[in-house]
């Protein structure tokens, strides 16, 4: 009896042939994100560089040479302070953390992406912008600030076929916000039950999944937006 014939599996690598660069890799959603980048077929440069000094993001681009997407993943510990007692300090601390690193890193990055005919860039942001959270003015503020800059920069941008989003997260399982230890806490899970329609934390590997839609060919119609995962808590 004759055998069957076999084939090959066709290999789905919708990111085959792009580079993308992910900042802090080692933070936030940094790991996850360089793990499914990679498994759907891009080459990653991961870059743990803190980005904080002016000139920090400008030294990144260039080390990572031309990129077809720059994922801007900035993360801090959220600070707990009380809004009458936030000092300038702090505000600086944050905004220097999660702000002032995103036009720089647009400066250096979009020019060789307009000039290669188009490209990608997605900020991992924060839904603590579009529901009020106590004790979180600072952190709010700056991940708001990015929010609205992606929206601004993408119209932008658009003509030029670079297409600037974000992901607005929150209750996303990842080690800078939520380490085992928070998660074992029974006063979070709690929380989490009370907050978070889902019921559970969004998996690392969900949300990375979903920024690897973002990042490729298939959502080149998306401009300026703001994708909030979070479980539905922003919807309560």
Request: proline letters at 8%; hydrophobic letters at 50%; one cysteine or more.
């Amino acid at each position: 009896m004759p055998s069957l014939p076999t084939t090959t599996p066709t290999v789905h690598a919708p990111l085959q042939g792009l580079r993308v660069l992910v900042t802090q890799a080692d933070a936030f959603m940094g790991p996850a994100l360089c793990a499914v980048l990679a498994e759907q077929g891009a080459t990653v440069v991961a870059s743990t560089a803190a980005l904080s000094a002016p000139h920090a993001a400008a030294e990144v681009v260039a080390a990572a040479g031309p990129i077809d997407v720059l994922v801007a993943n900035l993360a801090l510990q959220a600070p707990t302070t009380p809004a009458a007692a936030v000092d300038d300090a702090e505000w600086r601390e944050v905004f220097a953390a999660l702000v002032d690193p995103l036009p720089r890193l647009v400066r250096a990055a979009v020019p060789g992406m307009v000039q290669r005919g188009g490209g990608k860039v997605l900020v991992m942001g924060s839904a603590s912008a579009l529901r009020g959270m106590k004790r979180a003015s600072s952190y709010s503020a700056a991940r708001g600030a990015q929010l609205a800059y992606v929206q601004a920069v993408g119209v932008e941008l658009a003509p030029q076929r670079v297409q600037v989003n974000a992901i607005a997260q929150n209750f996303v399982d990842n080690p800078t916000y939520f380490p085992p230890e928070v998660q074992a806490n029974p006063r979070f899970q709690e929380r989490l039950a009370r907050e978070v329609p889902l019921g559970r934390l969004v998996a690392a590997r969900e949300d990375a999944m979903f920024a690897a839609y973002l990042c490729s060919p298939a959502a080149n119609c998306f401009v300026g937006q703001v994708f909030p995962v979070c479980g539905g808590w922003v919807a309560r």
